[in-house]
Every structure is written in C-alpha cells, then in structure tokens.
C-alpha cells in the first residue's frame, strides 16, 4: 500500500469529488491511475511457517452409537464419524479461524448430534495450516472428501455438503464456486453449502476491519503519520479513551460516529446492531488495527485500501458538512487488488465467492455481528443475483449480537432446509436482505430467530413495537 498525504488528497479534489457521492474509485491528479500498476511480491510469511498436526481420538455421543476414524492426511489432522444407519451422504465441516499458533487441531461439527440422528456421515479436517488461510481449508476439506472411503472402507458417497463457521463459512461459500472447481488441485463437486457467520463477501473482511481500526484512530486524533499505523496497538489504550466513556458499552459523541461509520460499512440500519457494536468483539476489531494489509503474511503484498471509501456518521447519504471534512482529512491508502490475483498453481491465496455456483446454498447470519459484518449477506447476494445465480441462495438473518451466536436450532432448521430443499427440490423461505427498509425494520429477522434460554435476554423482542 501506500500513504496519500493530506496535501496529495487535496491535489486530487478529494472534497469536490466526495459531494458528488456514490464515488467508488479516485484518480490521482494529471490523469495517473489511481492504483499504481507493478509486479507484486510471491513470497509470503506464510509459505516458511511450520504446523504440526495433533490427532487424538473422540468418544461416541451418549445414545449415538457410531464408527470413528482420526488420524493425519496430507499434513492436517481429521476426525470422521459414520452412524449406523448412514444415508450415503456426507457432510464436509470447515472450522472458523484458529489463530496464529502451530498445533493444528479438529473440531468436531455443532450440528454432531443431529447430522447422526438423520444418518448423514461427517468428517472435518484441521486444514494444514492457521492464520487466515482460506485456500488450505478448501484443498484440505476436499482432499479428505476425496479420501473418505479409502479411509473408512466405506463406499462412495452419493452425495456431498459442506458446511462450516465464520472463516469455514468462507470455505463453505468458495468449495461450490466455479472458480474453485476450475483451480483448485482437489477437486469435490459438492450438493449444496450452507455457510454460517460466513466471510461471503471474501477480501471485503480485510477492507471493512481496515476502515473500522483506520478511521477510530482519526476520529480519536490519532491518525498515523504513514502506512501501516505500526504504533496503533499502542495508541489503542488512548484511541479507546477519546470513543468511549465507558468500554465497549458507553461510546462519547466521536464514539457514536464511529457507531455510525461501522454501521454503514457493515450492512446499513437494522435491528441489533447497536447491541452488537456494545460488545466484547470491539477487542477483537481493534486487534486487527495496524497491519499490513498482508493479512498477516497470507498474501505477499498489502491489499486494503481506503480511496473511494465515502465515512458517513449517519443514516443521511447526504454528506453534512462534518462528514465532508471528516473524508477530506482522513489519509488515503491505496490498496493493491493483485495482491490476490489468480494463481498458476491452484486456487487465489482468498479464495473468491463470486456468485457462480449451481447447487441449493443456505446460509444464516447475526445482525449484529461485528466481526464478520452483516455486509456479507448483501455481497454475496449481490453477487449470485449478478451471475442469475439468486434463485439458488437463500439467506436467514438471526437477531443476536455476537459473531456466529446461534442457538442450535438455527443452525438444524437452515443444514435441514438446504438438505431438503436439495433433495426434494422444495426451496425453502429467507429473508430480504438487500431493502434498506425492510432490513431496517424493528421485526426484521424475527422469523427465523429461535432464542433458546437466556443467552440473548435484553435484546429487543420481536413483538417490540418501536
């Protein structure tokens, strides 16, 4: 990336450009392209860091009697699980993110208990590596597919699905896109996906954590001098202080635009939001400040950028006269998009979802959810809508304010509504989540929200009449 001064921010009539809205690229002045075009990097930190896989062995479910396999493939731990009554399908479960550390370990499914119940097979693998590394979830979801009956002793399966959570939600989302089962090196055609808390909308994670940390250290007067803002970890103590006077709960008035800047970055009005940016996961967006754009070493050169983004503190897309001010002397970065170019040798570093699939997708998403936003529902729907791919996505909004904060029925009512709908052809219902009004309404997402005990009391309920 690179750091655009105030004053080279002036030079490209930044202000002039912002009062026309809508502004989705800037040029730099004497008509130079705003992204600077030279060859990116091919080394990554990535590609010298070493994992071990850890194997250890699972008990049967108490009443769930079942055969079970773990053990190592291809450099990733995995676990397999097949009831008595197997139905001949299995599903794929891809595990969210897992941090920075060596050990690779297995999770087994939520949705355990009831895929055996209704004799569907599992397996879930480790991946061979951490860190964001979308590409080994894929290639080692689908390399264990592959590899299910040579392990087992089990015959082929007639059918395959995949599902997973938040970072596995992006490998569940990108194992069914077409550019997956063009470059990837295994290769699984899958029946359906039901993504959950998904990064659906790829690389737009990077830029909306990016924006979230970029703007909070301008607004708390502590914007950095260049690019990355390596001392923002360190400011973060102040940055906090000068938001809130209470953290995460009470933000200060500068507190509240930044509420509204994440707002509109993460999917516009709409209920539980507010309960969502009062809550823990403001850490964990913070932690995210001052990096690279590298995503911590996943990709060789810096990705996120700010240029065209238009920072609006309210629900007005009309720009006050605060905003325009704010947009005009927050530093502009510019990213590099080929960063994550297609590769020669199998799949991007992010793999894309692009909207090109042919097979029933179900997903569900919070509507608070701060870290992986709301904002991915829409992109992703955009996107199938864009490849006349809509009719096969269908999406369910939950009101609660955590990231992946389902409650168990959630998550069977949207694996058994895609399983259905894919083996009888009945299409189930979702909501709209592209109507500005009709997400922002009080009710929105009440009808396929299944609160169980009292982990979501005092949150707004959905005969609330505001």
Known sequence: MKL????????MALAGLLLQGG?????????KPAIPRYAHSETREQDSRIYVPVSTPFDALPGLPSERWYGVHQGASYRIEVPPNWNGILVMYAHGYRGTGAELTVTNPSLRPWLLQNGYAWAASSYSANYYDVRAGVEDTNALAMAFSSITGKPEPRKRYVTGHSMGGHVAAAA??????????????????VPMCGVTGDVYEFEYLFNFTWAAQHLAGLGPSGYPATDFQQKLPQIIGNLWTQYPTVPNEQGRKLEGIVRDLSGGERPIFAEGFRTAYQGVVMGTGGGDGTINGILADSLTGNLGVIYQFDNDKRLSAEERAFN???????????????RPDGLRWIPVVRGEFNVPV??????????????HMQLHRKRAEANGNGGLLVQRAIRAPGHCDFSYQEQVEAFSAMATWEQTGVKPAGDEVLDARTVADP???CRFTRNEGSARAGLPPCEDPR
């Open 443 to 445: 009710a929105y997402g």
């Open 328 to 342: 005009k002397s927050i530093p502009r970065v510019l990213g590099l998009p080929m960063a994550n170019n297609l």
């Open 23 to 31: 502004v989705t690229t800037l040029a730099l002045a004497q008509g």
């Open 4 to 11: 655009i001064t105030h004053a080279k921010a002036g030079a």
């Open 362 to 375: 179900v997903s569900i998403h919070t509507l608070g959810d701060l870290y992986v936003p709301f904002k």
């Open 176 to 193: 069914v896109e077409a550019e997956t089962l063009a470059t990837a090196n295994n290769r699984v055609r899958y029946d359906g996906s």
